[in-house]
């Protein structure tokens, strides 16, 4: 379900500008669904896919805030990249995580009262995202601002897909919900494991070892 | 060409980047401060309002509807354990400061809802409670009716207990237990505080002390029962002079 959405999503970023999404930028925005997965074949960002998964709204409002975060940063950090002192990399990428992770928070308390108060210990926890700090790292440092977006896109969307389908199994299972919503009858009876980060774990286990054994990934 | 590895250049960039990204952040808090602000009371007015008045009643209202209504029929007081009022501004009263301190000291906030803008009939009175859960601090609002006795509705916040277990206090059907039930023990005529039963399930219509517990979630509703008693005791007096009063 997750999945067609966001592939929709992607392919509307793709049709005003032709030109600006060569093959190899195309690559940036896809790769990280599947092939190169941050959740499931980098195992990153781990921490928060099992703590906000338990119903899909706080997870959808949590990977909303990592999209902001992570293509902001990549982007600030990017054309940046010719000015940061080697040195203190990591103290710079720092601070416009913090800052930018800080902003979402102050933001989302002014406007979604609600989701904040449920959310505002994970939003802090951006900031220790590896996801976010990976990209940086690996991408944006080296790459131009355009590239470094696309990649922090794919990379959140990577992220997103993952732990909306989790949610989606947690809550389902777990609470008979979906959105809040009632969808299975009165008679069912929450699974309390799925409600728990126990439950997260088996399964994004083995939402793991799917997509693995699909793209044939193995670890070296 | 700036040499990007001398120590000045680093200083420099640290410093410069420090300021910029520093008000960056200032101007967006001070921006949003009002908004935030608003939010909170807003929070604080419908959960008042939605322990008198009930979950169907306030549902379904705007931000603009819960204010209005909670300025047209809402009296705020504060008093002291000792049931006297003050002359203190309930606004400036924060219920989390005042639970820091001894029982004796606190500063208590009540709520009096009328039944209209004139003010002439009391529906509702409603206490702000505090306390703690399993993982952290609990708070709520516990609504009487106008008999000082009947339970009309209560509300529960929490700030970190368990998803799906602690959590559920929460739920306005876990919250709907409370509906009905008595501060007051039918036979002696003292303060009898509901408490949350153990084991889930159960049918505890008949005792108007007992509430089904919350099953998973043993220390979150002995939390809740704990913050029950002790703050209902802290209005004791304040109650007792409101009855004789009516």
Redesign the interface.
């Known amino acids: 379900m997750s999945t067609e959405t966001l592939e929709k999503e992607v392919q509307e970023v793709k049709k005003p500008a032709e030109p600006l999404f060569s093959k190899k930028r195309r690559k940036l925005l896809s790769n990280p669904l599947d092939e190169d997965n941050p959740i499931t074949i980098q195992v990153l960002g781990i921490c928060s896919a099992l703590a906000v998964t338990?119903?899909m709204k706080p997870t959808l409002v949590m990977a909303i805030a990592v999209t902001a975060v992570l293509v902001l940063a990549n982007v600030v950090i990017s054309a940046l990249r010719n000015?940061?002192?080697?040195?203190?990399r990591i103290?710079?990428q720092l601070?416009?995580v913090a800052?930018l992770v800080?902003?979402v928070d102050?933001?989302l308390?002014?406007?979604s009262?609600d989701v904040w108060k449920e959310l505002s210990?994970f939003i802090g926890l951006i900031i220790t995202n590896c996801i976010v700090m990976g990209r940086l790292e690996a991408f944006a440092l080296g790459n131009k601002p355009w590239d470094a977006m696309l990649d922090g896109l794919g990379n959140s969307f990577g992220y997103a897909w993952i732990i909306l389908a989790i949610a989606f199994f947690r809550e389902l299972t777990?609470?008979g919900k979906l959105f809040g919503v009632k969808v299975l009858p009165d008679e069912y009876m929450?699974n309390?494991v799925m409600?728990?980060p126990a439950g997260a774990c088996i399964l994004l286990g083995v939402l793991i070892w799917i997509i693995r054994s699909r793209n044939g990934y193995v670890e070296e | 060409m700036l040499n990007k590895n001398s120590n000045n250049y680093i200083i420099t960039y640290a410093v410069i980047m420090t300021l910029v990204f520093g008000s960056v952040l200032a101007v967006v808090a001070m921006v949003l401060k009002p908004k935030q602000d608003m939010e909170v009371l807003l929070e604080k007015q419908n959960f008042i309002l939605k322990a008198a008045l009930g979950e169907k009643a306030i549902g379904s209202m705007s931000d603009k509807e819960i204010t209005t209504l909670y300025d047209e029929t809402v009296v705020a007081q504060v008093i002291k354990s000792t049931g006297k009022v003050l002359e203190t501004e309930e606004a400036s009263v924060n219920v989390f400061k005042e639970y820091k301190k001894p029982k004796d000291t606190r500063e208590l906030p009540v709520y009096i809802i009328y039944e209209n803008k004139d003010k002439s009939k009391i529906i509702s009175y409603v206490f702000p409670v505090y306390g703690k859960g399993l993982w952290d601090f609990i708070w709520g609002y516990v609504a009487l009716e106008s008999d000082l006795e009947t339970i009309s509705g209560v509300v529960f916040d929490h700030k970190g207990e368990t998803p799906g277990l602690g959590a559920r206090i929460t739920d306005a059907e876990v919250q709907g237990r409370f509906k009905g039930k008595k501060i007051v023990d039918t036979l002696s005529g003292e303060m009898s505080i509901p408490y949350f039963e153990k084991g889930e399930g159960n049918d505890y219509s008949n005792n108007p002390q007992q509430v089904d517990g919350l099953s998973g979630a043993t220390i979150t509703a002995k939390g809740v029962s704990s913050m029950l008693d002790s703050y209902l005791t802290l209005y004791k007096p304040f109650i007792l002079a409101q009855k004789n009063e009516y």
């Open positions: 338990v119903a000015t940061i002192p080697n040195r203190i103290i710079v601070v416009v800052s800080a902003i102050q933001v308390k002014a406007y009262y210990v777990g609470s929450g309390g409600m728990s």
